[in-house]
């Protein structure tokens, strides 16, 4: 059975909802744990929507490629975009024992996701921004 979901979403935050029920699907049909699942599809709303409202400097239709593979004990997303060049992991930590009012806007979502996963990689490839989350599943 083919362990690997590719997906085409456009640059429209209505699209988060179509591909969360895809991967709820992907992970019941390989036995992905609830948290699993719940863990990619927060990861990806939260990556999604960021591209979605600040990548873009047009309001061009754009296309967003998602694949997600399951190789071994690793589930491996990588979403691949052509927005504005932005590299995710250069955002520093976000001082989260200040309170929410003295705190920089911005950078809770990345934060989220680098305690989500393993691993996170990014590069700039064909004037693409391609960002892999790499997590265990075991």
């Known amino acids: 059975m083919n362990k ?3 997906i085409t979403v456009k640059n429209d935050i209505s699209e988060i909802v179509r591909l969360s029920e895809v991967v709820e699907q992907f992970g019941e049909i390989h036995n992905l744990s609830l948290k699993i699942i719940f863990d990619l599809n927060l ?8 591209v979605i409202k600040y990548s873009y400097g047009d309001n061009q239709e754009h296309l967003i490629n998602i694949n997600i593979s399951l190789i071994e004990d690793e589930i491996i997303t990588v979403i691949e975009d052509d927005g504005n060049s932005f590299n995710p992991l250069e955002i520093s930590e976000p001082d989260i024992k200040k309170p ?4 920089k806007v911005g950078g809770l979502g990345i934060h989220l996701i680098r305690n ?23």
């Not at 990861?43 to 960021?50: D, I, P, Q, R, V």
């Open 4 to 6: 690997e979901l590719f």
């Open 43 to 50: 990861a990806l709303e939260e990556f999604l929507t960021n």
């Open 100 to 103: 929410p009012e003295k705190r």
């Open 116 to 138: 989500l996963f393993d691993q996170l990689k990014y590069e700039r490839k064909n004037n693409k921004n391609i960002i892999s989350f790499i997590k265990k599943v075991s």
